[in-house]
């Protein structure tokens, strides 16, 4: 079955970056556009970006715009969330999510087919 496991969070000060990783079993990962997630305590899960099937379109919600890069490595099956100058309002779990809808890019939770487990990242200030 298809499995998405995140990895790269942890524990920085504002300021920092962290690189988040996403890799999806299988040999289809081609066949999925990916996005990337986050969630904090008591909010709704949001997109912070995501991007087409080809790489060719992105998306990237604003208060992630201009700090933040997806990127992803077909040939690794991986999908990345370069994350720079944190802010103490980028705490959440980040969570990697993989659909199989044809077109661009999707940035509502139900679009997505496949979940990984999260990982945590904490911004202090």
């Known amino acids: 079955q298809v499995q998405l496991v995140e990895s790269g969070g942890g524990l920085v000060q504002a300021g920092d970056s962290l690189r988040l990783s996403c890799v999806v079993s299988?040999?289809?990962?081609?066949?999925?556009?990916m996005g990337w997630f986050r969630q904090a305590p008591g909010k709704e899960r949001d997109a912070v970006a995501a991007i087409s099937l080809s790489g060719g379109s992105i998306y990237y919600a604003g208060s992630a715009k201009g700090r933040f890069t997806i990127s992803r490595d077909n040939a690794k099956n991986t999908v990345y969330l370069q994350m720079n100058s944190l802010k103490p309002e980028d705490t959440a779990v980040y969570y990697c999510a993989a659909t199989l809808r044809g077109g661009s890019y999707y940035t509502l939770q139900p679009d997505y087919d496949y979940w990984g487990q999260g990982t945590q990242v904490t911004v202090s200030s």
């Open positions: 299988g040999r289809t990962f081609l066949r999925y556009a």
